[in-house]
């Protein structure tokens, strides 16, 4: 036997024994279905590790496995069940100004962070100009925001870092922001 030939029949083997990966076990599953050699290969391996299985006294899962186990699915649930969503059409908008709004998604009150949406009406200029106690991130979701002469689109992110003074905000298009900031 020689190069494919070769992996062909240590793939067969190893199917047989549960080696693969899923992935592969799965690929190798749908080359059996379409190629009958291959499954006949599979076959002959199975008839021929059969023995070795027969021969072997079974062996008792450790004691505390079904614990260890269900605890591992009891995390996995309370892991998923402390996840938050907030979905599109729930939380409260709330106007800053005419054309600039907020609606905030999380508060972390013990670090003095939270995360927001700010959207800007086409052609608003917001007029809050300050400076950050902490640092100001910004990534744009849709639409074109600029502060100063830096104009940022779809996909851009800004950082104002602690110290930093940025002046009004300004959107020509309008825009959706996700803003991580200190607390005010």
């Not at 008839?47 to 605890?71: C, H, S, T, Y």
């Amino acid at each position: 036997m020689k190069g494919q030939d070769q992996d062909r029949d240590m793939t067969a083997a190893a199917y047989a024994i549960g080696l693969l990966s899923d992935e592969t076990y799965d690929a190798a599953a749908a080359t059996a279905r379409e190629d009958r050699q291959f499954a006949d290969e599979i076959a002959a391996w199975e008839q021929r590790l059969a023995p070795l299985a027969g021969g072997l006294a079974p062996v008792p899962p450790p004691a505390d496995m079904l614990a260890k186990i269900e605890a591992r699915l009891d995390a996995e649930t309370r892991d998923s069940l402390n996840c938050r969503v907030t979905r599109a059409d729930e939380g409260q908008w709330v106007e800053l100004e005419p054309g600039v709004r907020i609606k905030v998604l999380h508060r972390k009150p013990e670090i003095g962070r939270q995360t927001y949406l700010l959207e800007l009406a086409a052609g608003a200029t917001s007029t809050l100009s300050h400076d950050h106690d902490d640092d100001e991130e910004c990534f744009v979701v849709s639409g074109d925001i600029a502060f100063g002469d830096t104009l940022l689109g779809p996909g851009d992110y800004h950082l104002a870092p602690k110290g930093a003074l940025h002046g009004k905000a300004r959107s020509s298009r309008g825009c959706v922001c996700v803003i991580v900031a200190a607390m005010n």
